[in-house]
C-alpha cells in the first residue's frame, strides 16, 4: 500500500548549522507534497509545500526539493534557530484520490 | 477566516463508551480529513469526507466512524472505547485539491 518513510527520527544540530530531513513516497500517482512543523501541544502547521511539476522551492530559511525520479523530497532549513525546534512531519497526497500519507515525524533540536 | 476549530478540546471517558468529537472547517472548505496521533505513530489517517461523502477511508476497526453535514462541519464517532483509542484526534479541511489545514485537536483519554 501506499507508505512515506520519513528520516532521521531525531535530528540535533547547533544554532546556525542546517537541517536536513529526507522522505520517501511509494505512490506513483502523489503529486503534492506538503511538510508540517508541529511544536509542543500546538497542531500542525503547514511551513512549505511543493507539487510535482517543480523541482525545488524556497521560501527564506527553508527549502524544499524534489526527485520524482527516485520519489525522495527533502526538507533544508539553513541558519537554524532554536525557534526552529519541533516535530516535523513530511506527507505525500494521491493526485486521483487526495489522500495523503504522512511520515513519521522528526523531532529537531536546536542547540543554542 | 477563522480557523479549524474543534470541539471538545479535552475529554476523559471510560473503556467501553462511545464518544463524538467535532469538527468545523474553514469557511468554504468542502473537505474535513481526520487524523489519530500517537507518541511514535505520527498522524494516521482515519478518513476524510467531501461533500457529505466519505472519499476516503484509512486502516482502522468499524468502531471508528464520521459523518459530514451539509454546512461541512464534520464529526467523528468512536463506539466501545478501548484503552489504545487514547491519542489526539485531529482534523484538518481544505478548499478541494489545495493546501490541508489543521484544528487544535481533541485530546482523548480512556481509562
Known amino acids: 500500500g501506499e507508505n512515506v518513510e520519513q528520516h532521521p527520527s531525531t535530528l540535533s544540530v547547533q544554532e546556525g548549522d542546517s537541517a536536513v530531513i529526507k522522505c520517501t513516497y511509494s505512490?506513483?500517482?502523489?503529486?503534492?507534497f506538503p511538510w508540517y512543523k508541529q511544536e509542543l501541544g500546538k497542531r500542525p502547521q503547514l511551513i512549505i509545500d511543493?507539487?510535482?511539476?517543480?523541482g525545488e522551492k524556497k521560501d527564506q530559511r527553508i527549502a524544499v526539493t524534489l526527485n520524482k525520479t527516485a520519489k525522495h523530497f527533502s526538507l533544508h532549513i539553513t541558519e537554524t534557530q532554536p525557534e526552529d525546534s519541533a516535530v516535523y512531519f513530511c506527507a505525500a497526497r494521491d493526485g486521483g484520490t487526495y489522500k495523503y500519507i504522512f511520515g513519521t515525524g522528526t523531532r529537531l533540536k536546536v542547540l543554542a | 477566516k477563522a480557523g479549524v476549530t474543534q470541539t471538545p478540546r479535552y475529554l476523559i471517558k471510560t473503556r467501553g463508551q462511545q464518544v463524538t468529537l467535532s469538527c468545523s472547517p474553514i469557511?468554504?472548505?468542502?473537505?474535513v480529513s481526520w487524523y489519530q496521533q500517537t507518541p511514535g505513530q505520527g498522524l494516521q489517517f482515519l478518513f476524510e469526507?467531501?461533500?457529505?461523502?466519505?472519499?476516503n477511508k484509512g486502516n482502522f476497526p468499524g468502531r471508528f466512524s464520521g459523518r459530514q453535514f451539509s454546512n461541512s462541519r464534520s464529526e467523528m464517532n468512536v463506539s466501545t472505547l478501548e484503552l489504545g483509542d487514547s491519542a489526539l484526534y485531529l482534523c484538518?479541511?481544505?478548499?478541494?485539491?489545495?493546501?490541508?489545514?489543521f484544528g487544535p485537536g481533541t485530546r482523548l483519554t480512556v481509562t
Open positions: 511543493i507539487r510535482s511539476n517543480v
Open positions: 484538518a479541511s481544505s478548499l478541494e485539491i489545495h493546501e490541508q489545514y
Open positions: 505512490d506513483s500517482a502523489s503529486n503534492y
Open positions: 469526507y467531501f461533500s457529505e461523502t466519505q472519499r
Open positions: 469557511s468554504g472548505h468542502r473537505s
